[in-house]
């Protein structure tokens, strides 16, 4: 059995590059969303010797392992499928993994970070979300969307599109480029707001003090 953890913030493309490879292999191996579940599915794969590549996100047991799963992990319990299985994980919180897990070798073979886009493999996967029959410089398309993560990218296709829908203007570098600047523009904002309304609570707070708890009007 094959282990692989994927690490990252949320929106880098974990799931993606997951969904991708079982796509890749679908020929060859059964493709399972197990999470948690992931034991139960490597043993009846095993039992029925079935190829499969498991996908686990966020599982709790890799947070707070007890010794039966560190025992599985290790290979002292893990069924052995000589059809072969590969268990991907995935979590955005790797220091919350059990550094029982995180530091021993061989309970996770491999460690994969996976973080915003460079210029190759953003236009590479802006390419996924623009209409067919547009054609834009890739080298120029990947300089606009340097260091974006995958869900950022498809936020601003999706946006750039909506730009000029309705008009007789072209999808270009720099519609994508201005929407790129749009998309940080409302992130920009909802964080100042967020600010705001931080600093207009807490002045609420020094001015009232602490509300008093509802809760305990209520009748059982």
Do not use: H, W
């Amino acid at each position: 059995m094959r282990k692989v953890l994927f690490t990252g913030p949320p929106g880098t493309g974990k799931t993606t590059i997951a969904k991708a490879l079982g796509a890749k292999y679908q020929d060859k191996y059964v493709f399972v969303y197990a999470d948690d579940y992931f034991k139960d599915v490597c043993y009846a794969a095993a039992q029925k010797k079935i190829p499969v590549i498991i996908i686990a996100e966020e599982v709790d047991e890799l947070y707070r392992a007890d010794a039966g799963t560190l025992s599985f992990l290790d290979g002292a319990d893990t069924p052995r499928n000589l059809a072969g299985t590969y268990v991907i994980f995935s979590t955005n919180y790797p220091n919350r993994i059990d550094p029982r897990i995180r530091k021993r070798p061989g309970r996770i073979d491999r460690i994969i970070s996976v973080g915003a886009f460079r210029t190759k493999a953003a236009a590479a996967c802006a390419k996924m979300y623009l209409p067919d029959d547009i054609n834009i410089d890739l080298k120029e398309l990947g300089a606009v969307l340097d260091r974006t993560t995958p869900a950022e990218i498809k936020e601003i296709i999706n946006i750039a599109i909506g730009m000029i829908r309705g008009t007789k203007n072209e999808l270009t570098v720099d519609v994508i480029k201005n929407a790129r600047a749009f998309l940080k523009g409302t992130l920009d904002l909802s964080v100042q707001e967020a600010e705001e309304d931080i600093e207009e609570r807490e002045e609420i707070f020094k001015k009232n003090g602490a509300q008093p708890d509802y809760s305990s009007y209520l009748e059982d």
